[in-house]
Structure formats: C-alpha cells, structure tokens
C-alpha cells in the first residue's frame, strides 16, 4: 500500500489546508422536497385533489436517499492537501513520498504510463466531471490524484511538495558529511580507513 488510510476519515487535518475540494454539496438534500413542494402548490394553484399523502412520501424517501448518496460523496470524493499530507478521500499520501509530480496530459501527447496507474482513494476509476493528476512515488511506483480542477492541484501538489525536499531536514545529512570530509589534524588516518574507496 503507497499510502495509509486514517483512524476516522472525514475529520478535517490539522494546520493549513493549501487545497480542498468536497463532494456534493448538502444543499442538494433539499432538492426532492423542494420539488414536491412545487408540485402540491401547482395542485392547488389549478384546483386538482393534492396528493399530499403521495407528495409527503416521495419527498422524505428522495431526501434521505439524498442524504445517504451526499455523504458518501463528501467522504470518498474529498480532497486536501496540506504542507505534508495529500488526503484523497479516506486515503492519505505523505509528500515526502512522492518523488515528481508528472506533467498533465495535453492534446496530441501520446497516454503517459500513470493515465492507467491506480486511483488514490476507494474508487477504481476517477469519477466523472474529474481529471487526474499524475504522481511518482519513492518506491518508483506512479498513482493518480484526481479533482474537479486538475491545473489547480497540480500547481498546489508541484508547489508542496518542492518545499517538502526544500525543508530543513534535507540539509543535516549534507553538512554532517561536510564536517566529516573536512575534518583535519590527527584525525586523519581514522578518516583514510573510513573511506569506502
């Protein structure tokens, strides 16, 4: 597995949030209501029987049926990154793993090899209305992001994840070796027997 999944998907991360992207919005829980709602007025309005039995039915059956499928969206079709977390639904991709972000798709280019590589995330395929976006990672292994705004995420991951492999701790391994190499004065034959040449 390239990345973890957290104890409680959902839940917002901690410290800031340099992209998000939810699923569909709770607003669309009020559509079938608000559908019925124009349909008994429109009874009234034209002296018909209102068939409010009918009516009441339908719209708490499609609102919950609603509710049900906007959760689920909101969950699996959730997307953050952070300055050291990339979360696409329940799933979650340290930066510090992915070596590149691979350039997107353009008209006339030839199918790169991660355009089949598995989806980040529960679903095997990227949703409709959603573009990829192309990761290598440090096991040589390439995964797909996906969003709403490809261009954005990949601008925003690009950005990310040159300050994860910019940040202070990739620099303590250089300057260790520096000081080592030039250390001079008696130590010098423990340094000659420690070199690998």
Same mark, same amino acid.
């Given at each position: 597995m390239p990345a973890s999944e957290p104890e409680r998907?959902?839940?917002?991360?901690?410290?800031?949030?340099?992209?998000?992207?939810?699923?569909?919005?709770?607003?669309?829980?009020?559509?079938?209501p608000l559908f019925c709602a124009s349909a008994a007025v429109f009874e009234l309005a034209t002296?018909?029987?209102?068939?409010?039995?009918? #009516?009441?039915?339908?719209?708490?059956? *499609?609102?919950?049926?609603?509710?049900?499928?906007?959760?689920?969206?909101?969950?699996?079709?959730?997307?953050?990154?952070?300055? *050291?977390?990339?979360?696409?639904?329940?799933?979650?991709?340290e930066l510090d793993r992915i070596e590149e972000v691979l350039p997107l798709?353009?008209?006339?280019?030839?199918?790169? *090899?991660?355009?089949?590589?598995?989806? #980040?995330?529960? #679903?095997?395929e990227v949703p409709r209305r959603r573009r990829s976006v192309g990761l290598r990672l440090d096991t040589g292994g390439e995964v797909r992001?996906?969003?709403?705004?490809?261009?954005?995420?990949?601008?925003? #991951?690009? *950005?990310?994840?040159r300050s994860v492999g910019t940040g202070p701790g990739t620099d303590s391994g250089t300057d260790t070796g520096t000081d080592t190499s030039s250390d001079t004065g008696t130590g010098t034959g423990t340094g000659a027997a420690a070199d690998p040449a």
């Open positions: 998907p959902g839940l917002e991360p901690e410290g800031p949030v340099l992209f998000a992207e939810d699923g569909w919005s709770w607003a669309w829980i009020f559509a079938a002296g018909a029987p209102v068939h409010w039995l009918m #009516l009441t039915v339908c719209a708490v059956a *499609s609102a919950m049926c609603h509710g049900v499928m906007i959760a689920a969206t909101r969950v699996h079709g959730r997307v953050r990154l952070t300055p *050291s977390t990339y979360i696409q639904g329940t799933e979650e991709l798709p353009g008209d006339g280019r030839p199918e790169a *090899s991660w355009e089949t590589a598995r989806t #980040l995330g529960e #679903l095997r992001a996906w969003t709403r705004d490809p261009v954005a995420l990949h601008a925003a #991951l690009e *950005s990310a994840v």
